[in-house]
Nanobody, 123 residues
Framework: QVQLVESGGGLVQAGGSLRLSCAAS????????MGWFRQAPGKEREFVAY????????SYADYLKGRFTISRDNAKNTVYLQMNSLKPEDTAVYYC????????????????WGQGTQVTVSS
């Protein structure tokens, strides 16, 4: 089992940047593939980015158009989401999630979730 805690959200102007962090508990973090998802008010949770357990495979939602970068540091049990050129439509609660090594873009296939961190982008 793994526990996840997100941090780094906040209020930023359009065009700005934020880096989200997701700290994981447990000694088996490097067995888990990680994903970032987001959920805006009144909308379904949607895929943002994925990184494999060793960090050698990454995948991004098409709508991001290269603005976000996912990375991980297994020595620190942490996964990151660097968000650049933020837009008001990026406003959402951002969640990190873990599964045991499966490549997936779907929330239902992730076993563990953090509590989320709010990102608000003003125009």
């Amino acid at each position: 089992q793994v526990q996840l805690v997100e941090s780094g959200g906040g209020l930023v102007q359009a065009g700005g940047s934020l880096r989200l962090s997701c700290a994981a508990s447990g000694r088996t973090f490097n067995n888990y593939a990680m994903g970032w998802f987001r959920q805006a008010p009144g909308k379904e949770r949607e895929f943002v980015a994925y990184i494999s357990s060793r960090g050698d495979r990454r995948s991004y939602a098409d709508y991001l158009k290269g603005r976000f970068t996912i990375s991980r540091d297994n020595a620190k049990n942490t996964v990151y989401l660097q968000m650049n050129s933020l837009k008001p439509e990026d406003t959402a609660v951002y969640y990190c999630a873990a599964n045991l090594g499966r490549y997936s873009l779907y929330p239902r296939e992730y076993d563990f979730w953090g509590q989320g961190t709010q990102v608000t982008v003003s125009s």
